[in-house]
């Protein structure tokens, strides 16, 4: 792995579990085993360093929406969506991001919806071809409670989101 990888890795862990704010460079530096100058090398600054991981996080996240999209049977859709939240805590570095991402929408104040838009039309689609009333409003409720179940995974350790997720599996099922 590259010095640039291991800034990258050692920053999305503290980001998410320390905020951007309270993390430092120097932190992260040390984190990483490099010197802190080089992370202003690579990336000029903390936000640099923010803007990269979130432009490859967001990469990422892009080709786990790109299936959805491309679906063309609306209960896959429905049920391709309902298995991001699986995927994306199928691994610590995927779950730090999207904890991150949690994280900063609150403190940076700084929130995505352009990211969410995507899969949004993809269940607005799949909603109207299942004969919806509102397939719009139920698309949004949909991805607002996956978002609210997300933000409760991430603050409550007990917290079951498989039988959640199982939970809207039903609800969807048709």
Known sequence: ??????????????????????TSTNKIAKSAG??????????K??????????KEGEEKARLLFADIVFETNPLKVIEKTLELGEKFMASKEVA????????????L??????????L??????AFKKLGYEEPKREARYLLTLM???????????????????EYLRKKYKQ
Request: glycine fraction near 4%.
């Open 1 to 22: 792995m590259s010095k640039k990888n291991d800034i990258l890795k050692s920053a999305l862990k503290l980001f998410a579990d320390e905020g951007f704010s309270a």
């Open 34 to 43: 490099v010197s802190e100058a080089l992370i202003f090398r690579h990336f």
């Open 45 to 54: 600054n903390k936000n640099g360093l923010l803007e990269a991981i979130l």
């Open 96 to 107: 730090d991001f999207w904890k991150l991402q949690y994280k900063i929408k609150w403190e």
């Open 109 to 118: 104040e700084q929130y995505g919806e352009q990211k969410m838009e995507p």
């Open 120 to 125: 949004e039309i993809a269940l607005t689609n």
């Open 147 to 165: 978002d609210g179940m997300a933000t409760r995974f991430f603050l409550q350790k007990s917290y079951d989101l498989k039988l959640e997720t």
